[in-house]
């Protein structure tokens, strides 16, 4: 007796397969997908980093990179590029970190070079106010869809320690206003500590 069409197993989505089940990206296609990265993130990359790791190149699920984000985040520099050497290195060893980092920066240098040459020349022009003031815009709403994005796997399911912890945080800093410092010095004891607590009811 075979089993009906609703027993077949559902389709793994591709930024849910398990880790061994994924490619080991190597250095070279580090370079080109932090390069794409670089080169398409205008008002911010974090977005960009986010699509081309999860959706395009299947290297990480949406967790594995919320992960990774808040680590880079308490580690000194900008977050997308502790991204960068801490997946490099992880996938490809050093010469993985150097490829991720320079497709990271390298692309976008040499534009901005560019850029602030043109904007010498021409940045009194009313027309390119008005055109940086709209690029603000746009860039505010990328950030903003980035955040209900990297958001969504932590509400689904049931509310848990960790999520709470967030919630505090994001009230402290974003809402209150409190400093930065002092707020992460309360509450980072307290995520890892729901972290650990986490992993071992899991």
């Known amino acids: 007796m075979t089993d009906g069409p609703s027993s077949a197993p559902a389709?793994?989505?591709p930024a849910a397969e398990p880790p061994a089940s994924r490619p080991t990206p190597t250095s070279l296609q580090l370079f080109a997908a932090?390069?794409?990265?670089?080169?398409?993130g205008f008002g911010?990359?974090?977005?960009?980093?986010?699509?081309?790791?999860?959706?395009?190149?299947?290297?990480?699920?949406?967790q594995e990179f919320n992960e990774v984000l808040a680590l880079c985040q308490v580690l000194p520099g900008p977050n997308v590029v502790?991204?960068?050497v801490v997946l490099g290195a992880r996938w490809a060893g050093l010469a993985g970190a150097l490829a991720a980092l320079s497709g990271l920066i390298g692309p976008p240098m040499v534009l901005m070079i560019a850029a602030g040459e043109?904007?010498?020349?021409?940045g009194e022009l009313p027309a390119l106010r008005g055109l940086l003031a709209a690029l603000a815009a746009a860039a505010a709403g990328q950030i903003a869809a980035t955040a209900v994005q990297i958001a969504e796997p932590m509400a689904k399911g049931r509310l848990r320690p960790s999520q709470l912890v967030a919630i505090a945080?994001?009230?402290?800093?974003?809402l209150l206003r409190l400093p930065l410092l002092a707020v992460m010095a309360a509450t980072l004891p307290m995520a890892i500590g729901?972290?650990?607590?986490e992993r071992r009811r899991a």
């Open 169 to 174: 945080t994001f009230v402290a800093a974003g």
């Open 82 to 84: 502790n991204v960068s």
């Open 44 to 62: 911010g990359v974090l977005q960009w980093a986010r699509r081309v790791l999860v959706h395009e190149r299947n290297w990480l699920t949406p």
């Open 34 to 40: 932090f390069a794409k990265i670089a080169l398409s």
């Open 118 to 122: 043109l904007y010498r020349r021409y």
């Open 11 to 13: 389709a793994v989505p």
């Open 194 to 197: 729901c972290a650990v607590w």
